[in-house]
């Protein structure tokens, strides 16, 4: 799903205009990533956990050379669904094949 279709998704299920829909979306993405900034953690229930992960440095290779280098360490936002979203989604088949890392 692209974020037009998120957007049209909206405009349907509230019966509004597109226009309000996407405001409506650009909004809760905005805060979503202010919150996360903010508090390092966003948990929407039924849906899943926004957090921020931290890693650590490490060693790399640059692909096109092959040359070693390092990697500083950064920050990341990683998502955690919640179990019914895993369970409503593709019966959990999806998430299965992402811990195996397939």
Same mark, same amino acid.
């Given at each position: 799903?692209?974020?037009?279709?998120?957007?049209?998704?909206?405009?349907?299920?509230? $019966?509004?205009?597109? *226009?309000?829909?996407?405001?409506?979306?650009?909004?809760?993405?905005?805060?979503?990533?202010?919150?996360?900034?903010?508090?390092?953690?966003?948990?929407?229930?039924?849906?899943?956990?926004?957090?921020?992960?931290?890693?650590?440095? *490490?060693?790399?290779?640059?692909?096109?050379?092959?040359?070693?280098?390092?990697?500083?360490?950064? *920050?990341?936002?990683?998502?955690?669904?919640?179990?019914?979203?895993?369970?409503?989604?593709?019966?959990?088949?999806?998430? $299965? *094949?992402? $811990?195996?890392?397939?």
């Amino acid at each position: 799903m692209t974020k037009g279709d998120l957007i049209n998704a909206v405009a349907k299920a509230a $019966k509004t205009s597109k *226009r309000a829909a996407e405001g409506a979306v650009n909004a809760t993405f905005a805060n979503l990533g202010k919150a996360i900034k903010r508090t390092k953690r966003v948990q929407v229930p039924g849906f899943g956990t926004f957090s921020v992960r931290l890693r650590k440095a *490490r060693n790399g290779r640059n692909p096109q050379t092959g040359a070693a280098i390092k990697i500083k360490a950064s *920050r990341t936002v990683g998502f955690k669904p919640a179990p019914n979203l895993k369970k409503r989604s593709l019966e959990g088949r999806i998430f $299965k *094949r992402l $811990k195996r890392g397939s």
